[in-house]
């Protein structure tokens, strides 16, 4: 149980163009989810925190218009990066929060690269 | 101070060894520990949770909390080479602020 999945995996996209990645909890609904970047040998950022019909709460530093986050249903999150550029280019990785462990499960990651 | 404190390793074993992973933390008022493990280029996977003080085994995993000293463990026994990874400590402060430690990487040698 307890599975979260990410779409799509990985994607290239030219600078300027938006991308959007999808997170879903397969088998549990998720009130909270979690959207984190993370580079190269280093730890998770928190971006953004996504809450079931409510705006997201951006992490100090994240550009909210930047990086636009939806959560319309208690399965789906998604975040788009419009205008990418290639210093967006990173592993983002999204999270949902099961109400029953209280605790996060993580997808799989999707790795955008902006040429 | 960082919230969740941890040696990012390398740390590198032979296969069999029992493997001590350990963080620190900063707030006594954290009240819930989890540890994930993270394989290169995919997502952070939830090994284990604990709320209380004391040990929490589960197959060759176990973990320890000892809130007295603000102090988490995650050991693993009779490691394989499918152990290597990045482990990252986690604790949980109110309803929705989780703090991760930067992870310990780990290498078990056949």
């Known amino acids: 149980g307890a599975v979260v999945s990410q779409h799509p995996s990985r994607v290239i996209c030219k600078s300027g163009t938006s991308v959007k990645i999808e997170c879903r909890s397969l088998?549990?609904?998720?009130?909270?989810m979690f959207w984190y970047r993370q580079f190269p040998k280093q730890s998770l950022m928190l971006m953004a925190t996504?809450?079931?019909?409510?705006?997201?709460?951006?992490e100090q530093g994240v550009e909210k218009d930047k990086f636009l986050i939806n959560h319309a249903s208690l399965t789906l999150s998604t975040l788009t990066v419009t205008s990418a550029h290639p210093e967006d280019s990173s592993f983002y990785i999204c999270?949902?929060?099961?109400?029953?462990?209280?605790?996060?499960?993580f997808g799989p990651g999707t790795r955008l690269t902006v040429l | 101070q960082k919230e969740v404190e941890q040696d990012p390793g390398p740390l590198s074993v032979p296969e069999g060894a029992i493997v001590s992973l350990n963080c620190t933390y900063s707030?006594?008022?954290?009240?819930?520990f989890m540890w994930y493990r993270q394989y290169s280029r995919k997502g952070p996977e939830l090994l284990m949770y604990?709320?209380?003080?004391g040990n929490k085994e589960d197959g060759r995993f176990t973990a320890q909390v000892d809130k007295s000293s603000k102090y988490i463990s995650l050991f693993i026994r009779d490691s394989q080479p499918s152990d290597s990874a990045t482990y990252l400590c986690?604790?949980?402060?109110?309803?929705?602020?989780?703090?991760f430690g930067s992870g310990t990487k780990l290498n078990v040698k056949p």
């Open positions: 088998d549990f609904q998720a009130t909270t």
């Open positions: 999270s949902a929060k099961s109400e029953v462990t209280d605790t996060q499960y």
């Open positions: 604990t709320y209380s003080s």
């Open positions: 707030n006594s008022a954290f009240q819930y």
């Open positions: 986690a604790t949980k402060y109110n309803f929705n602020k989780f703090y």
């Open positions: 996504s809450n079931e019909g409510s705006k997201a709460t951006y």
